[in-house]
């Protein structure tokens, strides 16, 4: 399937477009959650979005879940939601709710899912009716997480746990892809693939959580003392990744102390170490590349170097950030995963990487 940058729908995400009910629907890509979801009528609270909203009722195959039926009850666990059925009259409710604040809230239901040339009859999925926070302009959500209501886990008889994408750099306006099924011939990387271990954590059993053990910055691995036990969640629905700090500050002193000469600019948002670049023609910059247990690595292409906050150069930015804490949970976001050949499977609890030019036409 093709997969592309949101820019075009003003989020730093990445969509697909897939049909449900016969309908298109294009939504952002997310591996840190699980339920799918899309904006619906008649809503209470939408957002804007480009395409229409979904309306069941022009669905032949749309198919509510009654709130008394053990599926309800199941899918509400799996949701994190509890609420009686009074709240919600006979339909099955749902809320979830992301990191950054933002929420969907509406009714679980079933309706058929065409995913390029793939089909899946009784999908369930949320009909959100009151929906709020950084969406842009999509229609809504899809869930590749490892929980049960997942796509991916919806959808193992039919492509066995397995799936990967290519991210394309968000300035170039090229299509990446997101390929359902382990048909590793398809893949188009550039260097051998370099797998690691998932890491099984009860508390966050949707995240994909690898074990980081190393980052070296040029040729210089980091020093710090928590580099080598840290556990590390990749989500393709988070932008920048965010570092303990201990690891980011090793991280942003080794960086700065190879990239030096540089006039350094304000920072902006959480990106703490910026530069004016405005006059220069060529940038040298050292290379980053994280390391995972197993010996797979994770090269950071040179788009996910920088973030340029003013497209002059007066105001660009090292696209890693700290968090507040040292026990918060570390995440590999999407800046960080472009040119890459991601692959995640979940029968055999692994993630992959490799080099690859996400230019597909």
């Known amino acids: 399937m093709p997969l592309s940058s949101g820019t075009r729908l003003e989020i730093l995400n990445y969509v697909v477009t897939m049909q449900l009910g016969g309908k298109n629907m ?12 899309v904006q619906c009528q008649p809503c209470r609270s939408c957002y804007n979005q480009q395409e229409p909203l979904f309306d069941p009722s022009n669905s032949l195959s749309y198919r509510s879940i009654s709130c008394n039926s053990s599926t309800c009850k199941s899918l509400q666990q799996q949701t994190g939601t509890f609420q009686p059925c009074w709240y919600t009259s006979s339909t099955c409710g749902y809320y979830v709710s992301y990191g950054d604040g933002s ?11 065409d995913l390029g040339k793939s089909r899946v009859d009784s999908f369930v999925f949320g009909c959100g009716k009151s929906n709020k926070g950084l969406f842009g302009e999509a229609s809504g959500l899809m869930g590749l997480g490892k929980g049960d209501v997942s796509l991916i886990s919806q959808t193992s008889t039919l492509f066995g746990g397995v799936f990967s994408y290519c991210l394309p750099s968000t300035d170039t306006g090229d299509s990446g892809s997101l390929i359902l099924g382990g048909n590793s011939s398809v893949y188009r990387n550039e260097t051998p693939l370099s797998y690691t271990k998932m890491l099984q954590d009860p ?6 959580m690898l074990n980081l053990t190393g980052i070296i910055v040029g040729n210089s691995s980091l020093k710090s003392s928590s580099v080598g036990h840290n556990e590390i969640v990749i989500d393709s629905g988070t932008v920048i990744t965010r570092l303990p700090p201990s690891i980011y500050f090793a991280l942003k002193d080794e960086f700065t102390k190879q990239f030096y000469g540089y006039p350094s600019a304000p920072g902006f948002s959480i990106l703490d170490t910026c530069f004016n670049l405005s006059g220069y023609k060529e940038v040298n ?3 980053i590349r994280m390391q995972f247990q197993g010996n797979a690595e994770l090269d950071v292409d040179v788009n996910g170097v920088f973030y340029f906050v003013k497209a002059d150069g007066s105001q660009v930015c090292l696209a890693f950030a700290s968090l507040m804490y040292e026990d918060e949970t570390a995440i590999i976001g999407n800046y960080q995963q472009k040119n890459l050949r991601v692959v995640y499977d979940t029968k055999q ?5 490799g080099k690859e030019q996400c230019d597909f036409a």
């Open 26 to 37: 294009t939504v952002i890509v997310d591996t840190g959650s699980d339920l799918t979801w």
């Open 103 to 113: 929420y969907s809230r509406g009714e679980l239901a079933t309706d058929r899912l």
């Open 203 to 208: 508390q966050l059993s949707s995240f994909y």
């Open 285 to 287: 910059f050292p290379t």
């Open 349 to 353: 609890s692994i993630v992959g990487f």
